[in-house]
């Protein structure tokens, strides 16, 4: 079983950066493919992007390409999803997400494949 928690959710100005966290329990996680998805209110839950076991593979949605970047470090059983130039429809609850299959596929942007989630971390970004 792997427990996931986010982190570093707040209120930013337009343009702004924010560093999201997740730190995942149990071992295993190093082998796991793990993603971020937002939501926000009454909308669909949406990809962000992914990342694979290794760190060497990223995929991103085109509305973050450019702006955000995920990373991983495996000592420390934890992803992080830097964001820059932030704008408003950016707000959302952010999903920490992972996977015991450890490869990013074209199917990584389907919430329905993963395994475990996070509570979420709300990141507001005003005009």
């Known amino acids: 079983q792997v427990q996931l928690v986010e982190s570093g959710g707040g209120l930013v100005q337009a343009g702004g950066t924010l560093t999201l966290s997740c730190v995942a329990s149990?071992?295993?996680?190093?082998?796991?493919?793990v993603a971020w998805f937002r939501q926000s209110p009454g909308k669909d839950r949406k990809f962000v992007a992914a990342i694979n076991w290794g760190g060497v593979t990223t995929y991103y949605d085109d509305s973050v390409k450019g702006r955000f970047t995920i990373s991983r470090d495996n000592n420390k059983n934890t992803v992080g999803l830097q964001m820059s130039s932030l704008r408003p429809e950016d707000t959302a609850v952010y999903y920490c997400?992972?996977?015991?299959?450890?490869?990013?596929?074209?199917?990584?942007?389907?919430?329905?494949?993963?395994?475990?989630w996070g509570q979420g971390t709300r990141v507001t970004v005003s005009s």
């Open positions: 997400a992972a996977r015991t299959q450890g490869t990013v596929v074209p199917s990584s942007n389907q919430p329905r494949i993963y395994d475990y």
């Open positions: 149990g071992r295993a996680f190093s082998s796991y493919s």
